[in-house]
């Protein structure tokens, strides 16, 4: 049904919301592990890797405890850093290089890697030991160490906390 709305050219971000509500209706996480797979798709230049939950709970964990600008109360995440899942693609951490984030609803935000080499940015998948579903805006979410640092509390940075994270695509 969701691919088919796709090929009809519905727009993805009318999609995704319904399909959240559809699901937070039938309360089947494994039907949305389904439908969200891979869970996380890494490219730069033809280099393409799919990771499915398994594979990024196998990836070294971090926590990090911070609030969000939709959770002023200060909540522990867990998932592994930014520049770990990007080490998989054997991303340079001796010089900057553009990276997009791509999102299940269609969200698009452009930076660098300068932001994962410069703080410990997660790719968070659990939320208060709870694991992050389409609900909370899962299965994950860009968290940056916002509390932690002043400069990350600027609201102009709040494009970079990306949630449904479906792809990282890096140039280059």
């Given amino acids: 049904m969701f691919a088919k709305a796709m090929e009809d050219g519905t727009p993805r971000r009318l999609l995704t919301v319904l399909l959240c509500a559809w699901l937070s209706l039938m309360d089947s996480s494994a039907m949305a592990e389904e439908l969200f797979s891979p869970m996380l798709t890494l490219r730069m230049g033809n280099k393409v890797i799919e990771l499915e939950r398994e594979q990024v709970l196998a990836l070294p964990q971090a926590r990090l405890t911070t609030s969000t600008t939709l959770s002023p109360t200060p909540t522990v995440w867990e998932g592994p850093l930014m520049r770990d899942v990007l080490a998989l693609l054997g991303v340079p951490t001796d010089k900057v290089v553009p990276i997009r984030l791509l999102s299940w609803d269609d969200y698009r935000a452009d930076l660098t890697s300068e932001d994962f080499s410069r703080w410990d940015v997660l790719l968070a998948h659990s939320a208060d030991g709870k694991e992050l579903s389409v609900e909370t805006l ?34 280059p």
Avoid: N
């Fill in 138 to 171: 899962g299965p994950l979410r860009v968290i940056y160490p916002r509390d932690q640092f002043e400069e990350l509390q600027d609201q102009r940075l709040d494009h970079r906390w990306v949630w449904m994270l479906r792809e990282i695509v890096v140039e």
